[in-house]
């Protein structure tokens, strides 16, 4: 007697579809980031024209100075002894701190009055 087989469940029948391994995209990442370092490493040098130097840098004297930054760099001669006085003691505080705006106005300024 012979004995058929009974096909495999499944819409396609025994139709399977191969498997592949995975593939660890660590290998893709370090080579996208060497190509991408040899491509800055490449401009800052070659085009750019940067090199290397152990040299300090040699640096020129600043400007002179306007009337404005004249001004600005004496502000560090300005004498506090003001806030000591006995007038500036005398001054007194009125309200508290901080204001507090109550109203600012109509809430809707487009309409008549």
């Known amino acids: ?15 399977k579809a ?9 290998l893709y990442l ?12 490449g401009y800052f040098f070659i085009y750019r024209g940067v090199s290397l ?10 400007p002179p ?3 404005l930054e004249v001004r600005v760099s004496r ?3 300005l004498q506090f002894g003001i806030l000591d006085s006995a007038f500036y003691k005398s001054l007194k505080m009125y309200g508290a701190l901080p204001v507090v705006a109550d109203s600012l106005g109509r809430t809707n300024p487009f309409i008549p009055y």
């Open 75 to 77: 502000l560090p001669d």
């Open 53 to 62: 130097s152990l040299q300090p840098p040699i640096l020129s004297s600043a």
């Open 30 to 41: 370090i080579i996208a980031s060497l190509i991408i370092l040899i491509a800055a490493a």
């Open 1 to 15: 007697m012979i004995t058929i087989p009974s096909p495999p469940s499944g819409t396609f029948g025994s139709f």
């Open 65 to 67: 100075l306007n009337s």
């Open 18 to 26: 191969p498997e592949r391994p995975k593939r660890s995209f660590l």
